[in-house]
């Protein structure tokens, strides 16, 4: 038999009161927050107490997850992180260590998968899931304790409790960057090799689904002038951008530093529209790459 479930993660402000939830079907759901958490914490707190609850459960887990970092945190980066004592690739420690060395010990032995989903795409379970999670970080919002559910049915032991994570302090990031692991994934990458491969991500439907891992990738003053010609500020791609649903094909024609911390990138894509040439400035910041602008014009 598969367990097959959904978890999400909701913080009203990020932070802000926030709420997790995970949702199998009626009769095997939970939810939980807290007063003051973000929604990572909540994401990562889902699958934690999905895993806890069903641990004496001899099945295969399926999880669907909508966060992409929560999906490469357990499966892609917490062995590199382990290796390196809890550290980042960049030396820095790892965010949400409690909730991470935790999700590290209920991982132990299970036979999981975790499958990706667009969010607020119709997918029944993600769906579920979500509405649970932001009911309980607004019940949290109005002073309120939320519905438990009725947790994993047939537990012989009561649902672990759950104590408000450390949240950052506003001299610190209030979120993980999702790709600050590149490092972890492939420590000996050059510059050149990490802006590639950044930039590569963008064309997957994996991060433009996740709205969460393309502000990641963009600075905050980004800005863009497309193929049409139009202008497109950061909130306005957030806004609007989506999975592309076709292979787009990324040609490297040159990748190199710019100045300081600077790299430009020229390369060739490939789509039914047509070929377009398209070059793209990353800029360093705390370690971590950032694209500040792009262009693209059609190839004559």
């Known amino acids: 038999m598969t367990i097959i479930a959904a978890a999400d993660g909701s913080a009203l402000g990020n932070p802000g009161p926030a709420g997790w939830a995970w949702y199998a079907d009626d009769s095997h759901w939970a939810a939980g927050g807290w007063p003051h958490g973000t929604n ?5 707190t889902a699958v934690l107490d999905l895993l806890e609850q069903t641990a004496d459960v001899d099945d295969d887990l399926v999880i669907y997850c909508d966060s992409t970092y929560v999906i490469k945190s357990i499966t892609q980066w917490m062995p590199g992180w382990k290796r390196k004592g809890w550290k980042k ?3 820095k420690p790892v965010m949400n260590l409690e909730i991470m060395q935790a999700l590290d010990r209920a991982m132990a032995g299970r036979r999981v998968r975790f499958e990706w989903v667009k969010g607020h795409s119709g997918h029944e379970l993600n769906e579920e899931a979500d509405r649970l999670a932001n009911g309980a970080a607004t ?6 304790a939320p519905d438990p559910g009725p947790g994993w049915a047939g537990r012989e032991t009561a649902p672990p409790t759950r104590p408000s994570p450390s949240v950052p302090t506003a001299a610190e990031p209030a979120e993980p960057d999702l790709f600050s692991e590149v490092a972890d994934d492939a420590p000996s990458l050059t510059d050149e090799e990490q802006v590639i491969a950044l930039e590569r991500s963008l064309l997957t439907d994996e991060v433009r689904g996740d709205s969460a891992a393309v502000a990641a990738l963009l600075h905050p003053q980004w800005s863009e002038v497309g193929r049409s010609g139009r202008l497109w500020t950061r909130d ?8 592309l649903g076709v292979e787009h094909s990324l040609d490297v024609l040159a990748c190199m530093p710019a100045g300081p911390d600077t790299m430009l990138l020229t390369w060739r894509s490939v789509a039914d529209s047509g070929p377009t040439l398209r070059s793209s400035v990353w800029v360093r910041a705390n370690g971590h790459w950032q694209q500040l602008f792009h262009q693209g014009t059609p190839e004559a």
Request: negative net charge; aromatic residues 4%.
């Open 40 to 44: 990572n914490q909540g994401e990562l």
């Open 139 to 144: 019940a949290y919002q109005k002073g309120m």
């Open 89 to 91: 690739g960049d030396g």
């Open 236 to 243: 306005e791609m957030l806004d609007e951008i989506g999975p």
